[in-house]
């Protein structure tokens, strides 16, 4: 399938606590699909990345797709006030069997970069039990869970091939050729973390626009 892509998403990223927040994947959200078939639907989304797959409510029936009937979806997430699009792209996940797959589109051009979040959890000590944990040695020490969205990036020419980054600096140069040289001047003089997908974004943007 050859990738087409007309568009520039800005996207806010924000870390959520497992008390704090919601993740935007547990939620619904008013949007649409576009069908394999030629179809459009309007409803609101609730999508599930693991899975591959969607719900949507049209009135008071849920129908759930999947991404092989999927060409794109795209909503408008309220808490950051973003439109966010994605779309259906065969890629080999494992085993090198290509099937489809749904990508974000976070900036689109020459060079497109797309992503893929999840869910990250992290355990740390309370400040309580790292205070008494010598004084209560024979207790186990309480630990705090917390949980934030990541993001895995990849990167698609204009040939649409879609290659997977690792999130560090050489790699990510690594994706522009010869422009490399320039960039990395670029990411020098705006201080840019590659493994941000944010940055990472500002990178790709400013490659489509300014590097010939």
Not at 169 to 178: A, Y
Request: proline content about 2%.
């Amino acid at each position: 399938m050859k990738l087409y892509i007309y568009f520039l998403v800005l996207f806010s990223f924000v870390a959520f606590g497992v008390n704090a927040q919601t993740f935007p994947s547990e939620l619904w959200h008013d949007g649409q699909i576009k069908l394999t078939d030629g179809s459009i639907k309007n409803g609101n989304i609730k999508y599930d990345l693991d899975r591959q797959a969607i719900q949507l409510q049209i009135g008071d029936r849920t129908e759930a797709y999947d991404a092989s009937q999927i060409i794109s979806f795209s909503f408008l997430q309220e808490s950051t006030k973003t439109r966010r699009t994605f779309y259906s792209l065969p890629y080999a996940i494992q085993n090198n069997y290509k099937r489809p797959v749904f990508f974000e589109v976070i900036v689109a051009g020459k060079m497109t970069l797309l992503a893929r979040e999840y869910v990250v959890i992290r355990n740390s000590p309370t400040t309580s039990s790292l205070n008494n944990r010598y004084r209560y040695s024979d207790y186990p020490n309480f630990r705090e869970s917390r949980s934030y969205l990541a993001h895995k990036m990849f990167f698609a020419k204009e040939d649409g091939v879609i290659r997977e980054s690792s999130g560090k600096t050489n790699d990510v140069l690594n994706q522009f050729g010869n422009a490399r040289a320039e960039l990395k001047k670029y990411v020098k003089k705006e201080r840019l973390k590659l493994d941000r997908l944010q940055d990472v974004a500002k990178l790709v943007h400013h490659f489509n626009q300014e590097v010939n």
